[in-house]
């Protein structure tokens, strides 16, 4: 569809409607992919949090909350 950039909104849901089934779940299917698609930097932000609080975990500078607390807390923290 990139050489075809003038086809209107309702031009491109007129050519998908006429495509088979099976075609039309694919590209349902990659089309609600591409909102789910992770920001490179975002990822590598979270990534380098990860390892920080790993690293804090293993070398003792900070202690885990069970799960049970952890989800106590957030719960007490919405009401």
Do not use: H, K, Y
């Not at 031009?11 to 495509?19: F, G, H, S, W």
């Not at 990860?50 to 106590?72: K, S, T, W």
């Amino acid at each position: 569809m990139s050489t075809a950039p003038n086809l209107t909104l309702d031009e491109i849901e007129d050519e998908a409607l006429r495509l088979p089934a099976r075609s039309r779940a694919e590209l349902v299917e990659s089309l609600l992919a591409s909102f789910s698609r992770p920001d490179p930097d975002v990822q590598r932000e979270w990534l380098d949090e990860a390892e920080r609080r790993c690293r804090e975990l293993v070398e003792g500078r900070v202690e885990g909350v069970p799960a049970e607390e952890a989800f106590a807390r957030a719960r007490a923290g919405l009401r």
